[in-house]
């Protein structure tokens, strides 16, 4: 279980998480930092990352929500 009482286990558990922190997706799952480079955002060593929900960043870059929920889904139940 994560700090916030959550756990990113499978992809349903990323489907719920719109309301998490940039910052906590990124320490919880390390694969996620290709996976916000690869998007061309700014995520990744950003000073808001702390405040920034998933939400805010699909917002900001204009990204479609399901694709960007099912690519990180597949990125973080991804086995090494």
Do not use: W
């Amino acid at each position: 279980m994560g700090k916030n009482g959550y756990s990113i286990s499978n992809m349903d558990d990323v489907f719920q998480i719109p309301e998490t922190s940039v910052e906590n997706i990124l320490k919880s799952t390390p694969k996620a930092v290709r996976f916000f480079l690869d998007l061309h955002t700014a995520c990744v060593g950003c000073g808001f990352a702390r405040f920034c929900r998933l939400k805010d960043v699909i917002t900001a870059y204009q990204l479609d929500e399901k694709l960007f929920l099912e690519k990180l889904a597949e990125t973080i139940v991804q086995k090494p």
